[in-house]
């Protein structure tokens, strides 16, 4: 049974930053593929970031490039995602998400397996 759980969200003012961490179990070994998502109130959930485990490929959506990073620690089961030079736009429910893959994964369709969502929230 696989499960995600996310922690390490939130209050922080602009400009400020929070690590949120991800723990993958079951078939960890199998599981190649996490991203990072995020939904605020009203609209869709946007991808954030995501990594390929095996390789380390990431990729990263264009709100988040060059503010925010994902890593993996394969000995935890465990991938973070670092947030720095937060905004108010940032401010979210963060989903952590997880599948089987042979390359990156990127939307939200391609992830069948959820955690629960931490809330980030960033105030001006």
């Known amino acids: 049974q696989v499960q995600l759980v996310e922690s390490g969200g939130g209050s922080v003012q602009a400009g400020g930053s929070l690590r949120l961490s991800c723990v993958v179990s079951g078939y960890t070994y199998s599981l190649k593929c996490v991203g990072w998502f995020r939904q605020a109130a009203g609209k869709e959930r946007e991808g954030v970031a995501h990594?390929?485990?095996?390789?380390?490929?990431?990729y990263y959506g264009d709100s988040v490039k060059g503010r925010f990073t994902i890593s993996q620690d394969n000995a935890k089961d465990t991938v973070y995602l670092q947030m720095n030079s937060l905004s108010p736009e940032d401010t979210a429910m963060y989903y952590c998400a997880a599948d089987f893959c042979t390359a990156v994964l990127t939307e939200t369709y391609e992830y069948n397996f959820w955690g629960q969502g931490t809330q980030v929230t960033v105030s001006s």
């Open positions: 990594i390929y485990t095996r390789s380390g490929s990431t």
